[in-house]
């Protein structure tokens, strides 16, 4: 069993990573670009993980390719780009404080849409989750959003918010019918598909000649550790000792965010993120306990 949890604190300390790398090839090529190659490293080594795992690689049935498109359009095209777009202005702790607000964004729509039970500590999870992101955002004033409003690089990290939202939500639905390491391979080659027209027209080919021996190291780092095996993993730990447990260790994903660019870029942490990332992550807690 401690192998289990050693792998999911693994892929929680690998997606805590991918803000580092994202920031450091956000300032190296475009977003597309960046997106591409990651999933094109990410889609190799997933198909030959699953083929290992699975003995085969089998084309998905008919009915199933429309929700795993939906897959690759949310959880893969739109999120990488926004992730890589948001990134050249937006600081790896900052981003990842106001992402680690997905859950109550999932929970807010599972009660409204799926008509999920709705408690007192689900409700006030979800609106501290709400004003812990306000928090980040505004920089500890959030009356100045009303006026000031949201910088480009907020916008494109709240349309990961957004796309990763639909991502976990269409999840559900389809890996009720597909294994979810044959799932996620299929959904990063759909994603990649749809990354490769603007990232050709994003200067690609230029890009990917000139990036160097450091940009190709965290590309592997992407593609293969966060993407490969910390998907892997985590979905392995939600098979052997449930979600409500497994889904615990995301909360330590922007903690070990913070902390790297911190250690790693000597990024600063204001007053405002520490007690924005709080609300957010007791929001999260609160909406996710069991019962709530």
Not at 34 to 47: E, G, K, P
Not at 237 to 266: E, H, Q
Request: aromatic share 12%.
């Amino acid at each position: 069993m401690w192998k289990t949890h050693a792998k999911l604190l693994a892929s929680a300390v690998f997606w805590g990573g991918t803000w580092i790398s994202g920031r450091h090839l956000a300032q190296a090529m475009g977003p597309f670009s960046a997106a591409f190659l990651r999933f094109a490293v990410a889609s190799a080594f997933l198909f030959l993980l699953s083929r290992r795992v699975h003995g085969r690689f089998s084309p998905p049935a008919r009915r199933d390719l429309p929700g795993l498109a939906l897959l690759g359009l949310t959880g893969v095209f739109g999120y990488n780009a926004f992730f890589f777009a948001g990134l050249r202005t937006v600081t790896a702790g900052r981003a990842a404080l106001i992402v680690a607000a997905i859950p109550a964004v999932v929970s807010l729509y599972s009660g409204l849409a799926l008509r999920e039970r709705f408690g007192a500590a689900r409700i006030c999870g979800i609106v501290l989750s709400f004003c812990g992101a306000g928090v980040v955002l505004s920089g500890g004033e959030p009356l100045a959003l009303f006026y000031g409003g949201f910088s480009p690089g907020d916008l494109a990290i709240l349309g990961c918010v957004a796309c990763w939202a639909a991502y976990t939500l269409a999840g559900r639905a389809v890996m009720t019918r597909v294994a979810p390491l044959e799932a996620v391979t299929w959904s990063c080659l759909l994603g990649g598909a749809f990354l490769l027209p603007p990232a050709l027209a994003g200067g690609l080919v230029h890009d990917a000649a000139g990036a160097g021996a450091a940009d190709w190291l965290h590309l592997l780092f992407l593609g293969i550790m966060a993407t490969g095996y910390g998907f892997f993993w985590y979905y392995e730990g939600i098979k052997r000792i449930g979600p409500s447990r497994a889904g615990m260790y995301i909360n330590l994903v922007p903690v070990v965010a913070v902390a790297l660019g911190i250690v790693v870029l000597g990024e600063t942490m204001a007053p405002s993120l520490v007690l924005g990332g709080g609300m957010v992550l007791s929001g999260v807690w609160l909406a996710q306990r069991r019962g709530a």
